[in-house]
């Protein structure tokens, strides 16, 4: 029986990479994200490539009744979810507690962490009750320290780091696998919404080093699920090999 894989922020970036390696290994996939038009587009292209089924939803996972209403009265079909995917997140603003702003403080943490519990909250339990599942939280590098300008946004992977140890204690009766994947520097749309739309600043941050691609980390999120029934990825650490830490970097400027 082929799984389905629920992938939130499926409409770009790591998302939109956990898709295609999913699908292209023959799994059925529930994609969600806020922006329809590229989901559809995205959910004809994985259904014409892989010949897979695909459900697209469009709701913000910041809206709790909205996220309530798609994912607890999925056709049934659909409703047996084996693995989620809580991809949706992202940065917005570099600038000191001091100087910072508050709206941007608010769509991180409604995004990173309201979200991600919002979505987990209505899949868990139709995983905890069949005694089967998978639940994979991308997290960063950020959630393991914190860096200059990163404060609330680091605040906010520290906590996808500590709710992914508590659903692993919640859960580990029920025989769930949950998973951490933290990566380092991905070249994405995330560094454009982190400096709203400046797309100099953005990709200047990548210069002089090859950082992660999408696709590698996809590969690790697949390749946790591949594991036999036994063994568990707890916590997964991917870095550019030109990155030894959040700051440390091998550039050739």
Same mark, same amino acid.
């Given at each position: 029986?082929? !799984?389905?894989?629920? $992938?939130?922020?499926? @409409?770009?970036?790591?998302?939109?990479?956990? #898709? &295609?390696?999913? =699908?292209g290994?023959?799994?059925?996939?529930?994609?969600?994200?806020?922006?329809?038009e *590229?989901?559809?587009?995205?959910?004809?292209?994985?259904?014409? +490539?892989?010949?897979?089924?695909?459900?697209?939803?469009?709701? +913000?996972? *910041? !809206?709790?009744?909205?996220?309530?209403?798609?994912? @607890?009265?999925?056709? %049934?079909?659909?409703?047996?979810?084996?693995?989620? /995917? &809580? &991809?949706?997140?992202?940065?917005?603003?570099? +600038?000191?507690?001091? &100087?910072?702003d508050?709206?941007?403080w608010?769509?991180?943490?409604?995004?990173?962490?309201?979200g991600?519990?919002?979505?987990? *909250?209505?899949?868990?339990?139709?995983?905890t009750?069949?005694?089967?599942?998978?639940?994979?939280? $991308?997290?960063? /590098?950020?959630?393991? %320290?914190?860096y200059?300008?990163?404060?609330?946004?680091?605040?906010?992977?520290?906590?996808? +780091?500590?709710?992914?140890?508590?659903?692993?204690?919640?859960?580990?009766?029920?025989?769930?696998?949950?998973?951490?994947?933290?990566?380092?520097?991905?070249e994405?749309?995330?560094? %454009?919404? *982190?400096?709203?739309? !400046?797309?100099?600043?953005?990709?200047?941050?990548?210069?002089?080093?090859?950082?992660?691609? =999408? %696709?590698?980390?996809?590969?690790? #999120?697949?390749?946790?699920?591949?594991?036999? #029934?036994? =063994?568990?990825?707890?916590?997964?650490?991917?870095?550019? @090999?030109?990155?030894?830490? =959040? @700051?440390t970097?091998?550039?050739?400027?």
């Amino acid at each position: 029986m082929k !799984d389905i894989v629920l $992938i939130t922020g499926a @409409t770009s970036g790591i998302g939109l990479a956990c #898709a &295609n390696k999913f =699908a292209g290994n023959g799994h059925n996939v529930i994609i969600t994200g806020r922006r329809k038009e *590229r989901l559809d587009k995205i959910s004809k292209q994985l259904k014409n +490539d892989y010949s897979v089924k695909v459900l697209p939803l469009t709701f +913000d996972v *910041r !809206d709790n009744g909205a996220v309530k209403k798609a994912l @607890t009265k999925l056709p %049934e079909e659909w409703a047996r979810i084996d693995v989620l /995917i &809580n &991809n949706a997140g992202l940065a917005v603003g570099m +600038d000191t507690i001091q &100087n910072g702003d508050t709206d941007d403080w608010e769509r991180m943490i409604d995004t990173n962490i309201k979200g991600l519990l919002y979505v987990t *909250r209505a899949v868990l339990p139709g995983m905890t009750q069949r005694g089967k599942g998978h639940v994979i939280n $991308i997290g960063s /590098i950020a959630g393991k %320290e914190v860096y200059p300008f990163g404060n609330v946004y680091c605040a906010t992977k520290h906590a996808v +780091d500590a709710l992914t140890k508590g659903i692993r204690i919640d859960t580990v009766k029920q025989g769930i696998k949950v998973t951490q994947i933290a990566p380092g520097a991905v070249e994405t749309e995330f560094s %454009e919404v *982190r400096f709203k739309g !400046d797309k100099d600043k953005a990709s200047s941050i990548y210069k002089g080093f090859e950082p992660l691609h =999408a %696709e590698d980390v996809a590969s690790v #999120a697949y390749f946790a699920t591949t594991l036999p #029934a036994h =063994a568990n990825i707890n916590d997964l650490v991917i870095m550019p @090999t030109a990155q030894a830490n =959040a @700051t440390t970097f091998n550039k050739e400027l």
